[in-house]
């Protein structure tokens, strides 16, 4: 190798240094070439689609050097992980026919403009692009008898000796449609956090390094005020809550830009309410009623039995006290209150489930009983000594309790004397001084102190 090729090799390389990045162009430390990884720019409104199991795909070349550039071209090979070795083997042609346009000058920068900016019209591929196993893909086509021209194809490919050159990588383990989404993600991540935004909340112009973007709304906020807002909601529990803060809007923010922004320990209390409240939104989930306890459990459907997993408690799914069988559940006072009003207002289903909850005959006994309650609240008082419940019928104020025959006035309940019961309506000081016949509808027919009478 002349040096006039050393010096024009090197030349090349410190011109492909400074024109890509280290992302693109990675040079050899231990031999005159490197590797070139390309990352094309689809067309606007290219589709990608891809079906079956799948593999991931990249483009790169490598290059090493002889007595390029004055006899010789670069040796290289070209490796993709989405394109067929065919296809491969066509560039591989393709560059070699452009050496041999510019036979004696440098090509690595051509060749790199080449599979940049022509591959896709090179290739003749169009939107939609299937991408798929290029083996997988003959192997299909042969078993479901596609086309003519695919047999025609698939058998001139066996028989063409594949091009070196070309390598196409293969890993079975990867999922291509993943990767693929993936890498257009960091990329378009890298382009966010290359521009200027606007915070929507601080109203501060940062780069987007320094910001966060909802991914369905495409709102851009700065990390701090998001990462103060995130931590509030979190602290709060309202982990639900983690949505674009713009009025109106319903974009949610992902795990990812979460756990990036508050930190580990604040991450695992939101992953934990997140969870729970993932839980109490599935019916047939529930929690063991121990409060030492709390684990989810599974229910499984059609029994009213919960067996927790942890401490092995089994409970009544329906009142959460321990198992009772086919015996219906133990109300409480409160829940008897209450139950009257819901059994008539619920459906007919509705009715059926309480019923089988706490019992027909507790239903209609909370029924009745709430029913006798209010009518005994509205018509009848309790006696001062014994609680007994008194209704007042006809007569005056000064009453008598038929249970313990205790005396009591009506209006202000207070026990009344036995030895003289109307004092206390005679007395000036009492609150019902002369009320004993307040509230008395008094017959004119009957005139109790009429003149006949006396």
């Not at 890509?20 to 720019?41: T, V």
């Not at 939609?128 to 086309?147: D, I, M, Y």
């Not at 009745?368 to 009518?375: A, I, V």
């Not at 313990?404 to 026990?415: D, I, N, T, V």
Request: with cysteine.
């Amino acid at each position: 190798m002349s040096s006039e090729d050393l010096e024009a090799q090197e030349d090349e390389l410190l011109a492909l240094a400074s024109i890509y990045n280290e992302e693109e162009f990675h040079r050899a430390e231990s031999a005159q070439g490197g590797e070139i990884r390309i990352n094309l720019e689809l067309p606007q409104d290219f589709r990608i689609f891809a079906k079956g199991q799948f593999r991931r795909s990249a483009f790169g070349a490598a290059q090493d050097f002889v007595d390029y550039p004055s006899n010789s071209p670069p040796v290289f090979t070209l490796s993709s992980r989405w394109l067929s070795r065919v296809q491969l083997g066509t560039l591989c042609k393709r560059l070699d026919e452009l050496w041999q346009e510019n036979v004696g000058s440098v090509v690595l920068f051509s060749w790199i403009q080449f599979l940049k900016e022509d591959l896709f019209s090179f290739l003749s591929i169009e939107s939609p692009l299937e991408v798929t196993n290029s083996n997988k893909g003959k192997q299909e086509r042969k078993k479901e008898g596609a086309g003519k021209d695919n047999a025609e194809d698939t058998e001139k490919d066996s028989k063409e000796q594949p091009d070196p050159r070309a390598i196409q990588e293969v890993d079975p383990r990867s999922n291509l449609l993943l990767q693929l989404l993936d890498f257009d993600e960091m990329q378009q991540q890298k382009a966010f956090d290359s521009k200027m935004f606007c915070c929507n909340i601080c109203f501060s112009e940062k780069m987007g390094s320094e910001c966060t973007c909802f991914k369905d709304c495409k709102h851009v906020y700065c990390k701090e005020c998001m990462r103060d807002y995130f931590q509030i909601q979190i602290r709060d529990g309202n982990v639900q809550c983690l949505n674009c803060p713009e009025p109106e809007c319903s974009s949610v923010a992902t795990p990812a830009q979460v756990k990036h922004l508050v930190g580990e320990e604040l991450f695992a209390r939101y992953d934990r309410l997140l969870l729970q409240s993932s839980l109490d939104l599935m019916a047939d989930v529930m929690y063991c009623p121990r409060k030492m306890c709390e684990t989810a459990v599974l229910v499984e459907p059609d029994t009213t039995m919960g067996i927790c997993p942890s401490c092995q408690y089994a409970f009544c799914t329906l009142c959460k006290m321990g198992y009772h069988g086919l015996s219906p559940c133990r109300a409480t006072a409160a829940e008897l209150r209450g139950l009257r009003d819901e059994y008539l207002k619920a459906s007919e289903e509705e009715k059926q489930f309480l019923e089988q909850r706490f019992g027909k005959r507790v239903i209609q006994k909370a029924v009745e009983e709430s029913f006798s309650s209010e009518w005994l609240e509205k018509n009848s008082k309790a006696c001062p000594r014994c609680s007994s419940n008194i209704q007042k019928v006809d007569g005056c104020n000064k009453m008598t309790c038929t249970s313990c025959k205790q005396y009591f006035c009506w209006l202000c309940l207070g026990p009344l004397s036995r030895v003289n019961p109307y004092g206390h309506f005679n007395d000036t000081s009492s609150p019902c001084f002369n009320q004993l016949f307040q509230g008395v509808d008094i017959d004119d027919d009957e005139e109790f102190w009429s003149d006949e009478e006396d």
